[in-house]
């Protein structure tokens, strides 16, 4: 069985976004993965002719891409707090 570009674009996008789903404690960088994957998953829904999919799964990046912004400010103001508390000198 031979695969074309498409449907190699397809499972490409799909395994992104598996693996970067399945990483997402890991690192706020694994959820912008996903949104890239699903950025990927909704140009290959409408390459291949199936616009309903490809107007969800971009609806979902931009849902990510939201998620992404908050944690990474969540993970800013975490490290700015813990990195404040207890260091330099004391007046």
């Not at 616009?51 to 990510?64: C, D, E, K, M």
Request: charged residues 10%; contains cysteine.
């Amino acid at each position: 069985m031979q695969m074309d570009w498409l449907t190699s674009l397809g499972l490409l996008a799909v395994a992104s976004m598996l693996t970067c789903y399945a990483l997402e404690d890991c690192s706020a960088w694994c959820v912008l993965g996903f949104t890239g994957a699903c950025a990927l998953g909704s140009v290959y829904g409408f390459l291949q002719g199936a616009w309903p999919f490809g107007l969800v799964v971009a609806i979902w990046s931009l849902v990510s891409l939201h998620r992404w912004r908050i944690r990474l400010a969540s993970n800013k103001y975490f490290t700015q707090q813990s990195g404040a508390v207890g260091t330099g000198p004391s007046k």
